[in-house]
């Protein structure tokens, strides 16, 4: 069955570093999204992408995230000058469509750490 | 945010049915139904969705109200694998808004 990888699956960084999260979604997927999941809270939308831009992100997708498909196959999330507040799980998901009768598929997730 | 309530917890014996609630009052006439189901701290795996028929595959059944304001996922026969938590989404898309979910536990 085809499956969305993550990688790293556990980075550790130091607080105001830059990290880079990637993501190869399924192949013959159109739309991209990263949600994230602080210890013992929700999982939290943070933004989707289709045709290399972003079509939606939430209030929590600020200037210091920032989403790219460099090439055919990775999607990256990249975080800018880390805060110790950004410790949680990034989920990296796809889909096929983005309209509703379709379903998302997700990652094992990145577990990232700030010191 | 999300627009669902679902029981904050459910126990289910191991081979018996679980049958997870969801209310979804607000739910607008073209927004689907969606189940994920998360374990440990697994990346959310879909389960089943539907917009106003009821619904079954291979792992689950959607039973949606006929005024569309409540719904059950059904586990016909729940095994210890299914210990999770239970997430009851409605959206137009798959910008997916997680509220709290249900933590179902089979119990051996």
């Known amino acids: 069955e085809p499956e969305v990888t993550q990688t790293p699956s556990h980075q550790v960084t130091q607080m105001g570093q830059e990290v880079i999260l990637r993501c190869v979604p399924i192949?013959?997927?159109?739309?991209f999204y990263w949600y994230r999941q602080i210890l013992g809270q929700k999982v939290e939308f943070l933004v989707s992408f289709y045709n290399n831009e972003i079509s939606e992100k939430s209030e929590i997708f600020d200037d210091q995230f920032s989403v790219e498909r460099p090439d055919g196959s990775n999607f990256t999330l990249k975080i800018r000058s880390t805060k110790l507040e950004d410790s949680a799980m990034y989920f990296c998901a796809s889909s096929e469509w983005d309209v509703g009768d379709t379903e998302a598929f997700f990652g094992q997730g990145t577990r990232l750490t700030v010191v | 945010d999300a627009k669902t309530t679902q029981p904050p917890s459910m126990d289910c014996a191991e081979g018996r049915a679980a049958n997870l609630p969801c209310n979804h009052s607000t739910i607008s006439g073209n927004e689907y139904v969606y189940w994920y189901r998360q374990i440990h701290s697994q990346g959310p795996q879909y389960i089943i969705h539907g917009l106003k028929n009821n619904e079954t595959n291979e792992m689950a059944s959607l039973i949606i109200t006929e005024d569309r304001k409540s719904s059950t996922l059904i586990l016909p026969h729940a095994t210890l694998r299914d210990t999770a938590v239970y997430y009851c989404?409605?959206?137009?898309?798959?910008?997916?808004?997680f509220g709290t979910g249900t933590r179902l536990t089979v119990i051996p």
């Open positions: 192949s013959n997927h159109l739309y």
């Open positions: 989404i409605v959206s137009l898309s798959n910008n997916l808004f």
